[in-house]
Structure formats: C-alpha cells, structure tokens
C-alpha cells in the first residue's frame, strides 16, 4: 500500500510537470496572439489556459502544498494578469471583472510563497478605475481600504484615486486634462471612457448656460485639440456655428420655441395687467 501511494505521488508530480510545460508554452503563445492583436487565437488559447490552470494542485481551491506549487501559482498569476489586460483591449467587461477577481485571491493569499508581482499596483489601479467608469463608487472605496497607504502612492493607483476627488469636486477640467498623462497605455481605453463621459456632462451644462460661445472658448473649455473636433462634436450633438460662434440650439429650434412661449407670454401679461386693475380699485 506505502508503495502504490508513493507510486500515485510520482504520477501527480510526473502529471503537475506536463500541464505546469503545456501552459507555460500556451501562455508565451497567448502573449504573442496578444501583442499582435490576434483576437481569435488570443481568445482560444486562454480559454485553453483556463482549463489547463484547473488541473494544478497548488491553485485555489484545493491549495495543496505540492512540490512545485511556487512554480504553478506564479504561472496561474500570470495568466490571469495578461487576461486582465487582453479584455480590457477587447471591453470584454464581464470576463474583465471575473479576472480580476480570481487575480486578487493571488495577490492577497501567495504572498508568503511569492514575491510581489511587478503588475500588481498597475493592475489594482486600473480595478479602481475600472469601478470608477461603472460608477461603483462605493466598492471603489471598498477595494481602496485594501490596498495599504504605501501602495497608493503608486502611479497607476493614485491616478485612480486623484480621478475620483476631481469627479466628486466636479473639477471636470482637470479629469480631462488627466486624460492626456497616463500612468501607462493600459490606462488609455479606460480613461476615454471617463473623458467622454465628463465632455458630455459639461456639453449638457453649457448647452443651460450659454447661447452661445465663442469656437476657441468651445474648444477650450470641453478640452478638444482642434477647431475640427469642435464642429464635429457640434454636429454629432445637433449644435449650428455661424460667424466665429457656436449656437447651443439651431435657429428653427429657438424660433418655434419663443412660438410655444407666446401664448404663455400673453397669458402672463394679462395675469399682471388684471393684478394692476385690482390693485387699483382696492
């Protein structure tokens, strides 16, 4: 019996060993796929890294303490780190957040048995800003408390939570201007996501403010690069530009809305003639 159980011991080592082969040879072709932006084969050789990772001992949530559970856990970290990534590039949001997920166990239970990955803070900082483009604000500050103080200094974290004081402060302007100095070009999908985002709150709030403004007052105040963004923002959002101006709302618009007004107008200047009259005879 001592025999047959030594002998089913070498086979797990001889099996962990093949698999641990197999998908370090995978994941080098995954990365590959990924850098050449080869979406299909990207796709299918995670999919078959994912099945390969269930096969290894040392990974949750059996966590045996097998002979290369070092080797394997820091493989599976691997994985799940350029998987992150590979569905961001693709906005694959759903897969996006399982990743993260299944990453975070690594980072916070492995630490005794791996060093630090040098992912890890850019990969925890694009998590906040990944809640932050969902408007989760509440687990942003949740997933925040476990990250310790050193941590958030940072580049890619503190980018994250900078973003967030200047979105609550409504200081939009800054958060566009944030946009164009990425901690890292991972950053960029995600942060164009908020920049469009904030362009359209101050869009709305200039369309209640204004009549109209100036294009270079345009251009700067919802941060575009040219006079050529401008009028295309302007067309995609229905706004008109005449002599140098950009009109929140067309001529036909504004004509038949002092129309509608008119009666309200005439009804308002009889309400106040009547007041007059009454105030009169008192």
């Given at each position: 019996q001592q025999f047959s159980l030594r002998k089913a011991h070498i086979y797990d080592a001889m099996a962990a060993a093949a698999v641990i082969?197999?998908?370090?040879?995978?994941?080098?072709?995954?990365?590959?796929?990924?850098?050449?932006?080869?979406?299909?084969?990207?796709?299918?050789?995670?999919?078959?890294?994912?099945?390969?990772?269930?096969?290894?001992?040392?990974?949750?949530?059996?966590?045996e303490k097998t002979p290369t559970a070092q080797q394997e856990l820091s493989l599976a970290r691997d994985v799940y780190e350029h998987a992150v990534l590979f569905c961001l590039r693709t906005k694959d949001e759903a897969t996006m957040e399982r990743c993260f997920t299944q990453l975070k166990s690594f980072y916070a239970d492995t630490r005794a048995v791996l060093p630090a990955s040098p992912q890890e803070n850019t990969l925890l900082g694009l998590d906040l800003l990944r809640l932050l483009v969902q408007n989760r604000i509440a687990e942003f500050h949740t997933e925040l408390e476990l990250i310790p103080p050193e941590a958030q200094s940072h580049p890619g974290i503190h980018y994250a939570i900078q973003l967030e004081q200047w979105l609550m402060e409504g200081a939009y302007n800054k958060v566009l201007e944030a946009s164009k100095k990425l901690p890292s070009d991972a950053h960029a999908l995600l942060v164009a996501q908020i920049a469009s985002t904030v362009r359209e709150e101050i869009a709305s709030c200039s369309e209640k403010a204004y009549e109209k403004l100036q294009l270079a007052d345009a251009q700067r105040l919802m941060m575009l690069s040219s006079e050529k963004e401008v009028r295309a923002y302007a067309e995609e959002r229905g706004w008109y530009i005449n002599g140098g101006y950009l009109h929140f709302s067309h001529p036909d618009t504004i004509a038949a809305a002092n129309l509608k007004d008119e009666p309200s107008l005439k009804l308002i200047s009889n309400a106040l003639m009547y007041a007059k009259e009454l105030e009169r005879i008192v």
């Open positions: 082969k197999v998908a370090t040879k995978d994941l080098s072709d995954f990365k590959n796929a990924y850098t050449k932006n080869d979406v299909k084969k990207a796709e299918g050789l995670l999919d078959k890294l994912k099945l390969l990772l269930i096969q290894l001992p040392a990974l949750p949530p059996m966590s």
